[in-house]
């Protein structure tokens, strides 16, 4: 079977650094992808990270440990439009599609 | 811009009506996806197709069927809709292989009275 385990609800403040966790364990694996949904929209791809270490994109970092089966997105600087849910979903091998977490949903306050 | 359009963005359907909801993409992808979306349970896969005419099975199947006649649309069947399928239902489509991101509709809210 599938399982990722992401925390439920994160809240950070403006300017501060926060980082979501997600552990994930799946009969195959083809990368690690994180996207961010704000209410009422469709999520939006943020990163992809299919080999171990850190990828840099502007004020977000995704982080992947495929040995421990973990990941981590890291926003800097926060602004209050970072408030949103983040999803992490994990590329299932032989199978084309994404299996994905239910989400953490991150409110960011002054 | 990618551009993956549902037909409606809220709907209203009584118990046992058949219901059709539509997606349209417009950048030649291979694979598109539906999923339902609950409170608590996240996206969660119902359908997916890699190809015209071709269709496999995700997690959770039951009562919903798909039909892909043309490469660039995707309908999601709901048989006969019952009162457990009020969800929002999102539709994404991508490139061939699971290693391209996935792009997203703005989803139906569907509620089933």
């Known amino acids: 079977g599938q399982n990722i385990d992401q925390p439920t609800e994160m809240t950070a403040t403006e300017g501060a650094i926060v980082q979501i966790n997600c552990t994930y364990q799946?009969?195959?694996?083809?990368?690690l992808f994180w996207y961010q949904q704000h209410a009422g929209e469709a999520p939006t791809f943020l990163s992809y990270?299919?080999?171990?270490g850190l990828e840099e994109k502007g004020r977000f970092s995704s982080f992947l440990s495929r040995s421990k089966g973990y990941s981590y997105l890291l926003l800097k600087e926060l602004q209050m439009k970072d408030s949103a849910s983040y999803l992490c979903?994990?590329?299932?091998?032989?199978?084309?599609?994404?299996?994905f977490g239910t989400g953490t949903r991150l409110t960011v306050i002054p | 811009d990618v551009k993956v359009t549902q037909s409606s963005r809220y709907l209203v359907k009584r118990t046992g009506e058949k219901v059709f909801l539509e997606c349209v993409q417009d950048?030649?992808?291979?694979?598109m996806f539906w999923y339902r979306q609950d409170p608590g349970l996240g996206l969660r896969l119902i359908y997916f197709?890699?190809?015209?005419?071709?269709?496999e099975k995700g997690d959770i199947p039951e009562g919903y069927s798909v039909s892909r006649e043309k490469k660039e649309r995707f309908s999601l069947i709901l048989e006969s809709a019952s009162t457990n399928q009020t969800s929002m239902y999102l539709c994404?489509?991508?490139?061939?292989?699971?290693?391209?991101?996935?792009?997203f509709g703005q989803g139906t809210r569907l509620t089933v009275v």
């Open positions: 799946t009969s195959g694996f083809n990368g």
């Open positions: 990270n299919v080999l171990d």
């Open positions: 950048m030649d992808h291979e694979n």
């Open positions: 197709s890699y190809d015209v005419k071709m269709k």
């Open positions: 994404a489509s991508s490139f061939e292989g699971v290693r391209t991101e996935a792009f």
């Open positions: 979903a994990v590329g299932l091998t032989g199978a084309n599609n994404l299996f």
